[in-house]
């Protein structure tokens, strides 16, 4: 039995969220010679990837999966962890007050 760890990366059609989960994939052969698969997450077995996968972020059911390795060569699809800093200048308004 061979193992071998697969990290599939997805994108929700929904809200745009993207995210990676990690599967671990056994490969055996029965008694009879025909090969098989059993994909595994937290040591449980689960279906393989699949387009139809749920957005964490806003639960759609309207995935779409990327090839392996596609966010390692597109880190501008990954959001940052932390939430970027408010601008610290104060707004102002183009459009001149009243005088009266």
């Excluded at 994108?11 to 595994?40: K, M, Q, T």
């Excluded at 408010?86 to 007050?97: G, K, W, Y």
Aim: glycine content about 8%.
């Amino acid at each position: 039995m061979e193992e071998e760890r697969r990290i599939v990366p997805f994108e929700c059609r929904g809200c745009w969220h993207v995210w990676e989960e990690e599967y671990l994939v056994r490969h055996a052969d029965d008694e009879h010679g025909n090969a098989g698969e059993v994909w595994l997450r937290n040591g449980l077995p689960v279906p393989p990837p699949s387009p139809g996968a749920i957005c964490p972020r806003c639960g759609c059911q309207d995935a779409t999966t990327f090839p392996e390795g596609f966010l390692s060569r597109h880190p501008e699809l990954i959001p940052p962890e932390k939430p970027a800093a408010p601008d610290p200048t104060p707004l102002l308004s183009p459009v001149p007050r009243r005088f009266y």
